[in-house]
């Protein structure tokens, strides 16, 4: 199976703040990577696939890049409503595999 | 608008099996394929399996292979998952997740139900 690493596992960080998260996977992945937002007791939000692309309705603060292993989760100018709990994902083979998550938190 | 809409919580014994179902609307159903993924209480994702409706085909992880039946109703546009052997460790949520599945790309996760949570207690 394919590790997928993400970092830190938690960050805090104030309103208006630009935020980066790392995942780092095990093997190359042909940038078949996707991020998640989740909030306390809710569904996973999808936000991004092919690790740049933006899923509808999702707002440009979230940006996504990277290639290969190392990709990154990109969220400007935080607002209260982004404090969550994000996970990237690897679809490139089976089984897929989602990293432990990052928590971002208010500081 | 496209929902996901799935089956209630569900209570069941040790060794008993439980389907969890994930009626999907506002969309083509045979259009798209369907992943199941679980989270065990304070824990993260994971992935059990997928089904392609159109093709009646279903890829379960390793983990779960001759425990989990991933399969789907295309005249109910409903996909299910039914798990069995229970034990404690499968008290989890429960998500079936919608795969944009385009011609040339490799189908990626959009909408996600809103969970069912199967508790497993003696």
């Known amino acids: 199976d394919i590790q997928m690493t993400q970092s830190p596992s938690s960050l805090s960080a104030s309103v208006g703040d630009r935020v980066t998260i790392t995942c780092r996977a095990s093997q190359g992945i042909n940038n078949y990577l996707a991020w998640f937002q989740q909030k306390p007791g809710k569904a996973p939000k999808s936000l991004i696939y092919?690790?740049?692309s933006l899923q509808s309705g999702v707002p440009s603060k979230f940006s996504g890049s990277g290639s290969g292993t190392d990709f990154t989760l990109t969220i400007s100018s935080l607002q209260p409503e982004d404090f969550a709990t994000y996970y990237c994902?690897?679809?490139?083979?089976?089984?897929?595999?989602f990293g432990q998550g990052t928590k971002l938190e208010i500081k | 608008q496209v929902q996901l809409v799935q089956s209630g919580a569900e209570v069941k014994k040790p060794g008993s099996s439980v389907k969890v179902s994930c009626k999907a609307s506002?969309?083509?159903?045979?259009?798209?394929?369907f992943s199941w993924v679980r989270q065990a209480p304070g824990q993260g994702l994971e992935w059990m399996g997928r089904?392609?409706?159109?093709?009646?085909?279903?890829n379960d992880a390793p983990k779960f292979q001759g425990r989990v039946a991933i399969t789907a109703d295309k005249s109910t546009s409903t996909a299910y998952m039914e798990l069995s052997s229970l034990r404690s460790e499968d008290t989890a949520v429960y998500y079936c997740?919608?795969?944009?599945?385009?011609?040339?790309?490799?189908?990626?996760?959009?909408?996600w139900g809103q969970g069912t949570l199967v508790t497993v207690s003696s």
């Open positions: 092919a690790a740049s």
């Open positions: 994902q690897q679809y490139d083979s089976y089984p897929y595999t």
């Open positions: 506002g969309a083509t159903f045979t259009s798209y394929t």
């Open positions: 089904v392609i409706p159109i093709l009646d085909i279903a």
């Open positions: 997740v919608r795969e944009v599945a385009v011609a040339g790309v490799v189908p990626y996760f959009d909408y």
